[in-house]
């Protein structure tokens, strides 16, 4: 492997001349640093990154911790957190958790030894006294991420307006004419799903609507609690006419889950989802459900890192992306 005394012999310059063309430190004449490009070229060098990034306390990687799921949602928000970085010269470390806190302080611990110069945390099951963890190292900008803890106060924070988000679905149902309505909420103990069920109530409560606990069912966010979920409420015997599910994947299941039992969507029921994953237009029916901009999220989480970087005094901030509304089959007005 070619080094810059190499470069320098061929170019016929001195070594520290090589370093500052290379790392363009100090104005070299053109025709000098056309000499030690071209040797550089000729004897195919590449710049260490473990050297440079020693010299300028700088590893221009972000490391980033999420949750690990079956749940497309996570894959696009990551898919715009790469492309961010890729567009700023970043390198990327991702790390699941498989939803293990064990696994979750090793990772911490090797993103760390990285020396990643930033990280994202899209973790619920960090709880707020293992960000203490990260108080060691206050040169390290943390941003915190939807699905990351909220109880942080000394970081950046990405969040969805899921309560807006909550209100909107259950007042397009309401708009549809229903007024029996239920709601499958992921773990109640999650910032997200909080949100999402106290702005559903709100909407409810302004209309009148009396809430039926039967027809509420705390759930995990997965397909396969979303179709325990509808068993669990068939099995009341009375449905309502719709029902609001707090995420695209157990709306997934409930349409399985109804499916097997000769319940017809949206004919017999209608279902709005929550996150609009790409494959919820694809689903049968297609789902009307509350769209979350998950590239926005990754993009907006890498932009804030780097701000933090370029000015590490500057205050926390609260970056809230707002959901929108996306209609398809799944939901019809009542009769």
Request: a negative charge.
């Amino acid at each position: 492997m070619a080094t810059m005394k190499d470069i320098a012999r061929l170019a016929g310059v001195s070594t520290s001349t090589v370093s500052h063309v290379i790392n363009q430190t100090r104005f070299v004449s053109e025709e000098i640093a056309t000499r030690v490009n071209t040797a550089a070229q000729e004897l195919h060098y590449t710049p260490s990154a473990l050297a440079r990034s020693l010299k300028m306390n700088r590893t221009k990687t972000l490391g980033m911790l999420v949750t690990t799921s079956m749940n497309p949602f996570f894959g696009e928000v990551v898919k715009g957190v790469e492309r961010s970085c890729y567009n700023q010269g970043y390198n990327l470390i991702l790390c699941n958790t498989e939803g293990d806190n064990e696994r979750m302080r090793t990772s911490i611990d090797t993103l760390l030894q990285k020396r990643v110069d930033g990280l994202m945390l899209m973790c619920a099951a960090v709880a707020g006294e293992t960000l203490t963890e990260f108080e060691r190292y206050p040169d390290i900008p943390v941003v915190v991420m939807d699905w990351g803890p909220t109880v942080a106060t000394s970081t950046d924070k990405i969040l969805d307006n899921s309560f807006s988000g909550g209100f909107m679905a259950a007042q397009y149902l309401i708009d549809c004419g229903h007024r029996q309505i239920g709601c499958v909420t992921g773990p109640l103990s999650q910032y997200q799903a909080l949100n999402r069920y106290q702005g559903f109530q709100k909407a409810l409560k302004e209309a009148g609507i009396a809430e039926n606990p039967a027809w509420t069912i705390e759930s995990d966010f997965e397909c396969e609690g979303g179709y325990a979920a509808f068993n669990q409420l068939a099995a009341t015997g009375t449905l309502p006419t719709a029902l609001f599910a707090g995420n695209d994947m157990m709306a997934m299941g409930m349409i399985s889950a109804a499916n097997e039992l000769g319940i017809k969507i949206p004919e017999q029921l209608s279902l709005i989802g929550y996150d609009d994953i790409r494959i919820a237009q694809f689903m049968t029916p297609p789902l009307t459900t509350i769209h979350q901009p998950k590239y926005r999220l990754g993009k907006a989480a890498v932009e804030a890192l780097l701000l933090k970087l370029q000015n590490p005094q500057s205050e926390p901030q609260i970056i809230q992306l707002e959901p929108t509304l996306v209609i398809r089959e799944s939901v019809i007005e009542q009769q």
